[in-house]
């Protein structure tokens, strides 16, 4: 498989300031992948300097096989869709996308091809002639996406697209997207801080922190074996439960407070004796029962649920920690209830607490 993006120890200051650190990133032809992090992580820094927008201090940027660190934004052959729409209020819908198009002195006949195509994809035909004021939210990010498609490049990146959107239309508009990554199979780098958008759309999630990516996998992969304490805190929602203690007997048992849990079948590692340990475990990956299993159980008391729809969230408290559990609704426990909580040791994450790294 090719590579359709490369970068190459890249650095990038801002004065005395360091926001991209000898950064390594590889995207393969035709792959999905979203950068994700919180604010100020350097998610959408590092597609800047991807699409031009910012020059890096050191390393290289290569797109399609051709070192492009220095090129102007319109020489990379990249077509970028922002968080604002900015789209031109006076112009129809088919002046914004053609407008690039005419700049560009790209034939007459070329370009109603290409807006045509690209209004078919993101059926957006009845809107070629409305101006931006009589369009809604979602029907100006598609124009907007669309200025991108009638560029016919081979990369393509998106800067939180869909957070301006109120839940219904981002919703709508993500499946959009991974529709239009199914048919076109172009490159795409997607920004985001909304985790649902990473898990749901990427092929690969790189999980950004502090200018570093602490975890570049597939998202599958970084749900359920997350590579440090960071991603599993920050990937989940509901979120990872952690529960402090330490591994002993040989690394075979993890303890915490009274509590002593057999630690066979855990997936990781070598595991050994730690003072300082951290169990992760997702809301789904633990199980309510009346009685208690030795090694596999620990008891709890049940506070509050929240319910969810299909499912609740119960919380429980055990040991002086507050523990979330996801049940089906209709088997939700009541409040004040006795119960012991089985542990599925197989999912869980086991994290050193001394480095915050998966064990």
């Not at 004021?133 to 996406?145: E, H, N, T, Y």
């Not at 081979?154 to 993500?174: G, M, Q, T």
């Not at 507050?322 to 426990?333: G, K, T």
Request: glycine share 8%.
């Amino acid at each position: 498989m090719t590579n359709s993006i490369e970068v190459k120890d890249l650095t990038l200051n801002f004065g005395a300031t360091s926001v991209l650190k000898n950064m390594n990133l590889t995207v393969a032809e035709g792959e999905f992948i979203v950068l994700l992090g919180p604010s100020g992580c350097g998610k959408s820094t590092l597609l800047n300097c991807l699409a031009g927008l910012l020059d890096i201090t050191d390393g290289q940027i290569w797109i399609k096989g051709k070192n492009v660190t220095w090129a102007e934004p319109s020489d990379r052959g990249i077509g970028m869709v922002f968080q604002s729409y900015a789209l031109y209020p006076q112009m129809t819908v088919r002046g914004n996308l053609s407008f690039g198009l005419k700049n560009a002195r790209v034939p007459a006949e070329e370009i109603a091809k290409r807006v045509a195509r690209a209004a078919e994809i993101l059926q957006i035909q009845p809107l070629l002639d409305r101006k931006p004021g009589a369009l809604s939210g979602g029907q100006r990010q598609r124009v907007a996406i669309g200025r991108a498609l009638v560029r016919d490049v081979d990369v393509f990146l998106f800067d939180e697209p869909l957070s301006n959107l109120d839940a219904k239309l981002r919703s709508e508009l993500r499946v959009e997207i991974k529709r239009l990554h199914s048919r076109l199979n172009n490159t795409m780098v997607y920004v985001t801080h909304d985790q649902i958008e990473a898990l749901t759309l990427a092929d690969r999630i790189a999980v950004m922190r502090g200018g570093i990516i602490q975890q570049l996998d597939e998202p599958h992969t970084i749900y359920n074996r997350p590579a440090n304490l960071f991603v599993a805190g920050f990937i989940g929602s509901p979120a990872m439960n952690f529960i402090k203690g330490e591994t002993v007997n040989g690394g075979r048992a993890f303890k915490f407070g009274s509590v002593t849990l057999d630690l066979a079948g855990y997936e990781g590692g070598a595991i050994m004796d730690r003072p300082k340990a951290m169990l992760g475990l997702r809301p789904e990956h633990l199980t309510i029962l009346d009685d208690a299993i030795d090694g596999a159980t620990f008891p709890a008391t049940v506070e509050i649920d929240e319910p969810m729809g299909a499912d609740s969230l119960v919380w429980l408290e055990a040991e002086g920690k507050q523990i979330s559990v996801r049940v089906p609704f209709e088997h939700r426990p009541k409040a004040g209830a006795r119960v012991h909580l089985k542990v599925d040791i197989a999912k869980a994450s086991l994290f050193d607490e001394t480095n915050e790294q998966r064990i």
